[in-house]
Structure formats: structure tokens, C-alpha cells
């Protein structure tokens, strides 16, 4: 009997897997991520804005963030409409169980509430995938769809014992791409609930936007699908997303790291609020751009005192 899902461990599968596990484990990294609530928010966005923009969502970053701050926006009535649905579906991550086909029906139906009439119900016709006139991947009968769903949640929750949730959670992605089980927003929702799997395992994992980075690699993340279609396995897919899932710890470890920095100038100006540049540069070991541009970030999050910039601003160096 095949093995389902069809899949194998491969080398580089555990060298992702290694490295990640490697970075994560160092908590001293993700400490900034607690402590600013407006850097949690921001990664969010950041997740928003590249999920819909996979699927030609219009809207800037800059446009999804004024949606979700409640704020007027110019844009197509669809497009707002989807980010309205992205900001409430994840905030949900955090009381969803993953590992449930009826939670998941829930989400889809928020993601595409007022946009699709069959929200958050499984298709009941066939599904394609073309480029241009050229039919490249068609999606199993409707007719099998709720079999293959209860299938896929059925091995998870038994594997979710024994196989890691970084390699799960790619599995998932891959085998719900392949089902297409709703009419609209399978992309996105795939995208999300690799997410919710991953956030019920490590929590730092609900502001990691990995889907930021799938977007930097969307040509890639395309082509790995449509090989493990014609493979009739999701080991290429598996091993680029794990890829993924690295470089988006990479950059969360940066800007953690840039927190940390940002703390330590705050705790400087606390205790001495005449303090300037130079000297703050002098005891963290900063270059003069890197102060200034920490100083500005700091600025934009409004976490130092206008007075306290403008002295800061105009110290001599």
C-alpha cells in the first residue's frame, strides 16, 4: 500500500530542519518580539500584505495597514474587503485547534466572508489551474474532496506525535494546494493554516512572516507545486519550504536583534536623558549611521520623548 501522504525525508529536509531548530532555540533572539507589541503587528501586516498579494491582491503595504488600522483607503472593494478578512482570520490563530477540518471551514469562511457565496464550504464543481489558455493542473472531483480532507486531518492528527511540526506543517501546505477543497482562497488559507500549525508548536511562530518570504520566492513556490504534481510527491515542496521557514527565522533574527539594540539605547537615555549620539555610539559600539537610524526607528514607534530626540538630534559628534 502507498504511503499517505507520499512523501520521503530527505537530507536536506534535516538540514533545514537542523538550522532551524538551531536559530529558534536561541530564545535571546526573539525577546524583542514580546516586549514590542507594535513589531508583533507589524510582522502581521507584513504577513497580510504578501499572502494577498500572492493571489493580485492590490493594495501597498502601506494601504493594508491603513485598513487595518480602521483607516479610509482608495482601492477595488474586493481587495479591502479580503484584507479586512486576513487581519480577523488570524487573530484567530491563536483559539483555533489546527489540527481540525471544522476549524479550518471556519477560517476560509472569514477569509473570504462577503467575497465568495459558498464561504467557508468545500466546492461543489471541478477546479483547474491555467496559464493563460493552458490548462496546467486540475484539482481532484468535488465528489472526493471531503474524503481527502478527513484523510489529511486523520494523519495528522497521528503524526503530529511523531513527525516534526516544521515538516508537517509543509505536508499540509502542499497536500491542501493539491485538494483545492474550496472555491476561492486556497492559496491564502494554506499559507495561514501552515502558520496556525506552526504557532500552536512555537508561539514566536504567529510573527515570523513567512509569508513574506514565500512572496520573495512566489516564482519558486509556483514551479515546486507544479514538480510535486508531476512527481506525485511533496518532497520538492517540503524542502522549499522548510528553505522558506529558515531565511524568515534569519530575518526575524535581525530585527530582534535591532530591538535589543533599540532597548539598550532607551535604558541609556533613561538614566542619563541629556546623553547624546556620540556617547550612546561610544558604549554600544555603533557606527554613527547605525545610531541614527536607530534612533529613527525608535522615533517612528514613538518610544522616545519628542524633547529628548530633539537634543539627541542636534548632540555634537
Not at 504577513?47 to 482608495?74: M, R, T
Not at 484539482?139 to 471531503?146: D, E, I, L, S
Not at 557606527?287 to 519628542?306: A, F, H, M, P, Q
Amino acid at each position: 500500500m502507498e504511503k499517505y501522504p507520499p512523501y520521503s525525508i530527505t537530507d536536506k529536509m534535516l538540514n533545514y530542519v537542523s538550522s532551524i531548530m538551531e536559530k529558534i532555540g536561541e530564545a535571546k533572539y526573539f525577546e524583542g518580539i514580546n516586549k514590542y507589541p507594535e513589531l508583533r503587528k507589524k510582522t502581521r501586516i507584513k504577513s497580510i500584505h504578501s499572502s494577498l498579494a500572492i493571489e493580485n491582491n492590490q493594495l501597498s503595504l502601506f494601504q493594508v495597514e491603513a485598513v487595518i488600522n480602521g483607516k479610509a483607503v482608495i482601492g477595488e472593494q474586493k481587495d479591502i474587503q479580503e484584507v479586512k478578512n486576513a487581519y480577523k482570520a488570524y487573530e484567530k490563530i491563536d483559539n483555533i485547534n489546527p489540527y481540525s477540518v471544522g476549524d479550518l471551514k471556519k477560517v476560509q469562511g472569514i477569509l473570504t466572508f462577503a467575497i465568495e457565496d459558498d464561504s467557508g464550504k468545500f466546492r461543489n464543481h471541478g477546479e483547474a489551474v491555467y496559464d493563460g489558455d493552458i490548462q496546467i493542473f486540475m484539482a481532484p472531483p468535488h465528489r472526493m474532496v471531503p474524503t481527502l480532507m478527513d484523510n489529511l486531518f486523520n494523519w495528522m492528527n497521528k503524526a503530529k506525535e511523531n513527525v516534526n511540526p516544521l515538516i508537517l506543517s509543509s505536508i499540509f501546505h502542499y497536500e491542501f494546494v493539491f485538494i483545492h477543497p474550496f472555491s476561492d482562497g486556497n492559496g491564502k488559507t494554506a499559507r495561514l493554516w501552515q502558520t496556525a500549525i506552526l504557532a500552536h508548536w512555537k508561539d514566536l511562530f504567529k510573527y515570523i512572516p513567512i509569508e513574506s518570504i514565500i512572496r520573495k520566492h512566489q516564482e519558486e513556490y509556483y514551479i515546486a507545486i507544479q514538480n510535486c504534481n508531476n512527481a506525485g510527491n511533496s518532497n520538492e515542496f517540503i524542502e522549499f519550504i522548510l528553505k522558506i521557514i529558515d531565511e524568515a527565522v534569519d530575518g526575524m533574527i535581525l530585527i530582534s536583534n535591532q530591538e535589543t539594540t533599540q532597548e539598550k539605547i532607551i535604558n541609556l537615555i533613561k538614566k542619563n536623558p541629556s546623553i547624546t549620539q556620540v556617547e550612546i555610539a561610544k558604549l554600544l559600539d555603533i557606527t554613527r549611521d547605525g545610531i541614527s537610524y536607530n534612533i529613527k526607528t525608535l522615533k517612528e514607534k514613538e518610544l522616545l520623548k519628542e524633547m529628548v530626540l530633539l537634543k539627541m538630534e542636534f548632540g555634537k559628534y
